[in-house]
């Protein structure tokens, strides 16, 4: 079965510290990772989409890695924000005949504080 | 461009009564999801419509719930008889194609409330 795990499922840091986020995934085949962020009462919004061949993906302070041989993936945001308190959703999709779906993480809800 | 659009964005109902979800896609999008999120809980795929495809409807937890797409546009999430067990938020999401090549944009929820 296709299953994403995403840990920790909750963190609290200072704002302007760094924290990393880890997914693991058995999705199979695999043809991508995405890390969505969600905010409060809004729905998830595309932040990274890593392929096969990818290890390494930044969009402004955030940094998805991905090492698709232990089938892991990080997303690294530096410097945090209050703005950056939000749940973080990692989606893993297949190849062929499951390419229909994604497979979602639980996600992991992060508070940024002052 | 316009995104993705819901509505109504909260629905209050009692047990008992039928409720319908409208979902609005961004133009072009072929693809259109519809997910269920629980309190503090991840997404839960419910439907997927491809095209003109028969959807699948793998993900539909009961015979209560139902949806339909016209064409590639509006497609609208049908709840009978609803339970307090279906309270959640309902996200509808579209994309150019499948996920395993387009990303999903997703629409801002239905929060549902049964009391």
């Keep these: 079965k296709n299953q994403v795990e995403q840990s920790p499922q909750s963190l609290i840091i200072l704002e302007g510290k760094n924290c990393t986020l880890q997914c693991n995934y058995t999705v199979s085949p695999f043809s991508n990772l995405r890390w969505y962020k969600q905010d409060t009462g809004r729905g998830p919004v595309s932040l990274t989409i890593m392929t096969f061949s990818e290890n390494t993906k930044s969009n402004g302070r955030y940094t998805a890695t991905l090492d698709a041989d232990t089938k892991q993936s990080s997303l690294h945001i530096t410097a945090s924000q209050l703005s950056d308190s939000a749940s973080y959703i990692c989606v893993v999709s297949a190849r062929g005949t499951n390419a229909g779906k994604s497979t979602f993480g639980d996600g992991t809800t992060l508070t940024v504080k002052p | ?115």
């Excluded at chain 2, 067990?85 to 996920?99: N, Q, T």
């Design chain 2, 1 to 115: 461009g316009a995104g993705v659009s819901q509505s109504p964005s909260n629905k209050v109902t009692e047990k008992g009564k039928d409720v319908e979800l409208r979902c609005d896609p961004i133009s072009g999008h072929t693809a259109l999801y519809w997910y269920r999120q629980r309190l503090g809980q991840g997404l839960e795929f419910l439907i997927y419509f491809q095209g003109n495809s028969a959807p699948d409807k793998s993900g539909l937890p009961s015979d209560r719930f139902s949806a339909e797409r016209t064409g590639e546009s509006v497609s609208t999430l049908t709840i009978q008889r609803t339970q307090q067990e279906d309270s959640a938020v309902y996200l509808c999401a579209s994309s150019l194609g499948r996920p395993s090549s387009y990303e999903q944009y997703f629409g801002p929820g239905t929060r549902l409330t049964v009391t």
